[in-house]
Structures are given as C-alpha cells and as structure tokens.
C-alpha cells in the first residue's frame, strides 16, 4: 500500500514513517522503565537503582546502557536489513576514527578477531614474511586462552613469556632470550585488564627483528601509552593488527562482536576480510558487486578466465561477520565511551585509596612502569620514562602467601556477600588441561621463557573486582568495606 497501513475504521491512514517513529518512542519509555538498573553509575538520576547492601549483586562487570542502544536495536530491526550494512559501515569508521587507525573490521567477537587477525599472517600473499607452520609466536603465559589459541589453530609454535604479576604482562627481558632468527615470526600478546604491556620495548624489538605485533586490546579500549618525547597514543595502534572485543564485560558492548584495526598496513585490510568471509578473493561490501570493475575478467588458480570473482577464493576462511543490528547498538555505545573510561579509571583509584593500609594482605595491580601507587599518584620507574594510563577492565589484587586467608577464602566470602568476583582468566594457561594434554601428545608444540613463578602466582594468588561504569558509589563502598572488614578479621 506504498507505505501506509490502515490501523481501524476510525484512524487514519498512517505512514510506515509515523508508525516506526509511534514504535520507537514507545520503545524508549519502555527502556527507561524496564531497564534502569543498567544506566552509568555516574549518574544522578537512575531509575532502578537501589541498592540493598548483601542482596543486590554487584557485577564484576556488565552491561550498561540507556534507551538510546534499546531504539537504535529496534530501528534497525524495522529496517531488517540484518546482514552488515550501514550501520556496520558506520560503526568501523567511528571505531578507526576514535582510536586514529586505518580501518576497523567488523567480526562477531573478540576471540574472532584474534583468530582472523592471526589468520591474515598466514597468506600465502605476503611472501617470506607469511606465518608457515612450525614458525614460532612469542606470547604471555598468563591470561585469557583465545590470545593464544590461534597460534596453535595455525599449526605455529607459541612462546611463552612468564608475566609480572604486579603489571599481569608479558616480562620483556625474557624476549632476547625468547627470540630464534629465522623461526620467531611475530609477537601476539594483550593488554592484560586494561593494562599496556611495555609497548616501547615490544614494539622496538619488533622493527629490529622485522617481526609481525598484534596488539590484543579486548580488555583495553582507550587506555593510552606515552614513549618521552611523543603524545600519548591510544593502544591498539601500535601493531600491525589489533582487536577488540564487545562482548558485554568490556568496554563497550554490541552482546557479542569485536573488531580488528588496521593500523597502517592497508594491503592487510584485503588479507583480513578475506579470512572474515569464507575466504573468497573477492572485496565488495555485502549487496555490492563489481568494486574492482573486472568481476568477470580475472583468472585465479586454475579456474577459467572470466570465473565470477564473487566465487573466487584464496583462503580458507571462515564467516566471521556479525549483525547490522549489533553495529547500531555499538554506534550509541562509541558516543558514551569517553565517560565509561573515565568511570572505569575513577572507580579503580576510588577503591585503591579505599583499600590503602591492606598491603599487609594483598598485592595492588601496578600500571606498567609504575613502580608504587601513593594518594597522590603513581610513581613510575624511571624519569624521563614511558607512561601509560590503563583503561582498566578490574581491580585486582593478589592475595599474599603469608595473608591469613587464601585468594580461594576471599573469593567465597566476596560471593556470599553478592559482589561479583573474578580470577586472572585462565591463570598460568599452561596448567590448563588443554595445554597440559596437547604437551603429552606433543612435547615440541610450544616453548617456555622463565621459570613461569610470574604466572603460578597469578593463578594462586589473583582476585579482582569490578570496575565498570554501571556501578553506584554504594556499590564501591560496600566493596570496600567488605574486603577491608574480612581482611581485618582473618
């Protein structure tokens, strides 16, 4: 009916137009009632938002967001348009302007964009400096498995770097030693919650050696690293790829989905799509034909000239993309990331001056570089010297061997009083039944650098709580006074 519906006898004809704008605003009254408990914490005005000391579960992290994610979700679901399309075209070029790359690729999780991104250094179109089988990646022992896990689902060998426990990266004077000419062919390491691993010396060791960096930045959007005599810069944009990740613990959410930022290299743009989308050879966008203007002329492999490049493929891939629908929630969640960073920094140095005086107990989480936390601020290890502003993901701490408790003891207690609480991940990812079974079957699949104390010790002694903008300032001091009480009386 070009458009317009017939709603009753006594209405008039409406527009599909003023009945998706009746939808929306009903959505957004919805919203606000149904949903209030999921607005920043930072606000003054959250509906939803009591807070019963002991009953009301405070999250170690997840999802916030205000009516404007919930219309742009059901807009685009009007639309239907479902596969990538404009909002997802919107959202890489927000994301990559935000953090100054290249191009930001959209995929449907963080663990995917590690996957691809890994993937992508293995074609055959970058020559000598291809990631082959049996090549080997340098990597951090602790942390979360799917860092890793693309480097063995590539058939390459990882090298484990045991981490410092106080900063949760990788030891960087473990890499020299590390390091096989002709075999070492990349480093792919995180910024462990939200922490920059030392970019400065990472990144340098890398241009000596012509080494591949990816930059996992799932846990880290926005925190910032500073090499003297430079402006700070954003993580993620000092490798050849990175990734991010948007499930809803991080820093902004679209319920699943990541990215990987292309940050200079744009011949790894084609690489990385490729690996995203089953693999084909071809570019164009999804609904797009023709980009190249020789769809019928080319000739690869050993198909016929002329085969249809849609249905040409030099990889093989995956498909890896995730809704049009996820896009538009990411595009209202962009807008409110400056505030969510600067509530996660603000909630981590508001308990760190809640907790001071329990360093009888517990070791504090340490930026890198830094080598003490005091009221007034970090003092770091070296003048003049790199700085970084972490965008933390948690607040952890590190439970001492001689504390009167355990980590496991203070971990039951944070559960019995409803705040949420975390261990480092996978801990020392050696340990983990995967990686034990996978050495017994295959001795030679990975190396180790260090006596992984670093790592032992995170996964014996490491707890953390939440951070993230969703919680209230009740909430943080109820943390407080939690930990500093049963730490007291131990």
């Known amino acids: 009916m070009g458009g317009e519906l017939r709603l009753g006898c006594r209405d008039r004809m409406k527009t599909a137009a003023e009945l998706k704008a009746e939808i929306l605003g009903l959505t957004r009254a919805y919203s606000e009632l149904k949903h209030g408990a999921n607005r920043p914490g930072y606000e003054e005005k959250k509906a939803g938002r009591a807070f019963i000391p002991g009953e009301t579960l405070i999250p170690y992290a997840g999802r916030v967001f205000t009516e404007d994610e919930v219309e742009a979700a059901v807009s685009a679901t009007l639309d239907f348009w479902l596969t990538l399309g404009h909002e997802g075209e919107s959202f890489e070029e927000e994301l990559a302007q935000f953090l100054g790359v290249k191009r930001s690729i959209l995929v449907n999780s963080g663990s995917s964009a590690n996957l691809v991104s890994f993937s992508a250094l293995t074609s055959h179109k970058l020559g000598e400096r291809r990631i082959r089988p049996g090549d080997e990646v340098i990597t951090c022992a602790a942390g979360f498995p799917t860092t890793v896990a693309p480097i063995l689902q590539n058939n390459a060998v990882p090298v484990f770097l045991d981490a410092n426990p106080l900063t949760l990266n990788a030891r960087p004077d473990l890499l020299e030693e590390a390091f096989v000419p002709g075999k070492t062919k990349a480093i792919m390491m995180a910024h462990t919650l939200g922490n920059p691993f030392d970019l400065e010396t990472i990144t340098n060791f890398c241009q000596q050696h012509e080494l591949w960096l990816i930059e996992d930045n799932c846990d880290a959007l926005g925190a910032t690293y500073t090499v003297p005599s430079s402006q700070p810069r954003f993580t993620g944009t000092f490798g050849d790829l990175s990734t991010q990740s948007f499930y809803p613990p991080h820093h902004l959410t679209l319920g699943e989905g990541g990215a990987i930022n292309i940050t200079g290299k744009m011949h790894l743009k084609v690489l990385v799509e490729s690996f995203r989308d089953w693999g084909r050879d071809c570019w164009c966008a999804s609904g797009k034909e023709n980009t190249c203007n020789k769809r019928f002329k080319w000739q690869l492999g050993e198909l016929p000239l002329g085969y249809d490049h849609k249905y040409i493929y030099s990889h093989l891939g995956y498909n890896l993309k995730p809704l049009d629908i996820q896009a538009a929630i990411g595009r209202q969640q962009i807008k409110k990331l400056p505030a969510f960073i600067e509530a996660r ?71 019995g009083q409803r705040i949420g609480n975390r261990m480092l991940f996978g801990g020392n990812l050696l340990r983990q039944p995967a990686f034990v079974q996978l050495r017994k079957e295959n001795p030679g699949a990975m190396r180790v650098m260090g006596d992984l104390s670093g790592a032992d010790r995170l996964m014996n002694e490491a707890i953390f709580v939440g951070v993230y903008p969703g919680l209230t300032r009740a909430m943080l001091d109820y943390i407080v006074e939690t930990v500093s009480a049963f730490c007291k009386k131990a």
């Open 345 to 415: 920094r603000a909630n981590w140095e508001y308990l760190r001056r809640g907790l001071a005086g329990l360093e009888e107990f517990v070791d504090f989480h340490l930026p890198t570089h830094a080598s003490s936390w005091t009221p007034e601020g970090f003092e770091w290890e070296s003048e003049p010297g790199p700085r970084c502003a972490p965008s933390w993901f948690g607040f952890m701490m590190l439970v001492k061997p001689k504390a009167p408790f355990t980590r496991t003891e203070l971990a039951r207690h944070l559960d």
